[in-house]
């Protein structure tokens, strides 16, 4: 927990974000004198409210490396709209590179089922309850940045009825009545 001073107020604000490290990656280059070792680290940064952002370090030493990921993952951090603060707003898929993803809202008491570097995003983003199925590669890199491009993709209710120049009421009432017909009688 890092604390940090507002200017204007002179108050104590306390920056309370969770850091998660996904991966860390052993590097080997062969020089002359032998072989030269580094280290490449990957970290997502949430507030476990919907704001998340991801970085990477690469450094001599693995603390060093995280240390620059964790100050990267604070740089780029992004909002993304929850549902009740614990589910995704509607379906959507993602992708980077070969790596593909699918994350689908789930009811109450679901939980997060995700495997390996997609679960570590969505506890520091706070979502409780989520199905996520990867396909393609499983490289942590590229399921992560994957992840975040499906995230990216959410609309809310209220970005979609602003866009349109409706109210929220109309866009979900509207959301509930598709897919049925009305048959009118013929009197």
Do not use: C, W
């Amino acid at each position: 927990m890092v604390q940090a001073t507002d200017r204007h107020n002179k108050k104590e604000v306390k920056d309370e974000l969770v850091e998660k490290l996904v991966h860390v990656n052993r590097v080997a280059k062969t020089v002359k004198g032998g072989r030269t070792m580094s280290f490449a680290a990957v970290v997502v940064v949430g507030d476990q409210k919907g704001r998340i952002g991801l970085g990477t370090g690469k450094a001599a030493e693995v603390p060093e490396a995280v240390v620059k990921a964790t100050n990267e993952a604070r740089k780029n951090m992004i909002r993304i709209p929850l549902r009740e603060g614990r589910t995704l707003h509607h379906d959507v898929h993602g992708r980077f590179g070969a790596g593909k993803v699918v994350l689908r809202t789930a009811p109450a008491g679901t939980g997060v089922i995700a495997g390996g570097p997609m679960r570590a995003v969505f506890e520091v983003l706070g979502v409780q309850d989520v199905v996520a199925k990867s396909l393609g590669s499983n490289n942590p890199y590229n399921m992560i940045k994957a992840t975040f491009d499906a995230l990216k993709a959410i609309n809310s209710p209220r970005m979609v009825a602003t866009k349109r120049g409706k109210k929220v009421g109309d866009i979900v009432s509207r959301r509930e009545g598709m897919g049925t017909k009305e048959v009118k009688e013929e009197a």
